[in-house]
């Protein structure tokens, strides 16, 4: 499953003013509330909840509103969109947002507006976004890339393989075979050691406690992630903690 180049993604609102404006990146314009009007390069469209729109990289745009409101802007490598699926989204720039479409913005909306948003999700949830806008079906990688990262965002959701499943629109067995072709393991030991790394961040960086960092990494209770730590890494939680200090720069 080859990665997408680094995106980034921002909210922002739009006030009368109208300044145009060029990036060597290309950009996804995705309305969460509101309206907006959009120039690019001469052509207009109206953007709301329902309409996005995507701007070419080194393309001139404005946008402007005379009313509250909030877009998603995703700032994305333009080569991206200049191959394979994906190309014919430069071809209509002002796009419909389907229904499934308008689910992946408001879920990204409530994401982006979390502090700390975490580029792994973006960089998971961009290429079913991509499909969505794109093709008729999202293709199965950019579904598991999307529910990977989502994972990876809220590893304490109780993740059981038919949630996974059911994330990511997938069969059971289809699942098991895409974790398997792409990933080289089983869903459940990827969210296990998904959850461990989490559990190894909070335990280096933060002064949450141990039975705390258990129950919002997904275990069910302090000796259960004792037992996990025990299991993939011979040692337990605070012995890594304490480690883990030791070794920390002095200036930390």
Known sequence: MEPLP??????????????GDRHAYAQLVLPVSGTVMLDIE??????DPVHGAVVAAGAWHAQWSAVAN?????????????????????ERPFAPLGAAARKLVEFMGIMAARPGHAPSLVQGWMPLLLDTLALDAPQPA??????LARMEAEPGLPWT???????AHLSVSRLHALFREALDTSPHDWLLQCRIRRVCEWLAG??????EIALAAGFSDQS???????RTMDCTPAAYRRASR???????
């Open 70 to 90: 909030r877009s998603i802007i995703v700032d994305i490598d333009g080569a991206v969109l200049e191959q394979g699926p994906w190309q014919g989204l430069l």
């Open 142 to 147: 950019s579904r598991l890339a999307a529910l």
């Open 6 to 19: 680094p995106v980034d993604l921002h909210l922002r609102s739009y006030g009368g003013g109208r300044e």
């Open 246 to 252: 030791e070794t920390r720069p002095k200036n930390q």
């Open 42 to 47: 001469g052509r207009q469209g109206r953007l």
């Open 224 to 230: 259960a992630l004792t037992r996990a730590l025990r």
């Open 206 to 211: 933060t002064e949450r406690t141990v039975a």
């Open 161 to 167: 393989t038919e949630a996974m499943a059911r994330a």
